[in-house]
């Protein structure tokens, strides 16, 4: 079976039909570059932009980089702009797609599920944390495989600060970080917080990042949880979204 998936981040709206019996795209991934300001209406034409790329007249999974609650309503937008808060992105964007069936989720939670079902956590039991180092800090908590959405740990306070300004990728690149003094220093401060609070037995590292998993992941010490990285990399967000739309 294919559903469509769309992965809205901070520079690209990304989208292509998924094989859900495979956990792979079916056809490659179409981009837009995200507009600025990223408004409801801008951000919305993008995904249109994206889905009729490819012709696509079925149900569609999104990504949305803040809480959404009952796969509609968007409740914090911490990277975009605000005017999307309280905003029902299904309505909005099943509107703008001439009234196809429209699914959102937090793009951490479409990344987590995509990885326990097709990638790093696969048969992984217990509590299993899936944490994307990106722009912001994502997070997906699951307990024996089942989702609990919408957990927010980028947001943790840090040294004073808000997590994901200390911790994400951006916040390395921002302060001209090596990825030594990052992983050693930032992201194991971090990991430990999280660890303190909700003793994993894995944490999944996603994000851009997953990619350049040897160059910071052996600086990390000290942490109990296995850390491994994402395995689907780039598509997790797309995979998971069309994962939820198809009610996983
Ligand atoms: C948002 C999260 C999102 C994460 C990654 C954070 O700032 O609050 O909802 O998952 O960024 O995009």
Known sequence: ???????????????????????????????????HPATPDAVADGVKQVVDHFGWTG??????????TDGATIRTAANVDDSWID????????????????????DADAAGVAEMHFGAGRDRR??????????????????DGVLVPNTELGHL??????????????????HDMTWEHWAAHRVTKYLAHVEMLFSPELFIIGGGVSRKAH??????EGIK???????????????GAAMRAAGH
């Open 225 to 239: 949880a296995e850390i491994v990285p994402a395995q689907l990399q780039n598509n997790a967000g797309i995979v």
């Open 215 to 220: 160059k910071f992941l052996p600086h990390i």
């Open 1 to 35: 079976m294919q559903i469509f998936g769309v992965d809205i981040g901070g520079s690209g709206i990304k989208g292509a039909p998924v094989d859900l019996d495979k956990g792979d795209l079916a056809q490659e991934r179409h981009k837009v570059l995200t507009p």
């Open 126 to 143: 217990g509590t299993v944390i899936l944490l994307t180092l990106g722009t912001g800090i994502g997070s997906a908590l699951f307990v």
């Open 157 to 174: 306070e840090l040294d004073g600060h808000d997590a994901e300004k200390r911790a994400s990728s951006k916040a390395r690149e921002d």
């Open 87 to 106: 905003t029902d992105a299904r309505a909005l964007l099943g509107e703008r797609l001439g009234g196809l069936p429209v699914t959102v989720v937090n």
């Open 59 to 68: 149900p569609i999974g999104v990504t949305f980089p803040g809480v959404v």
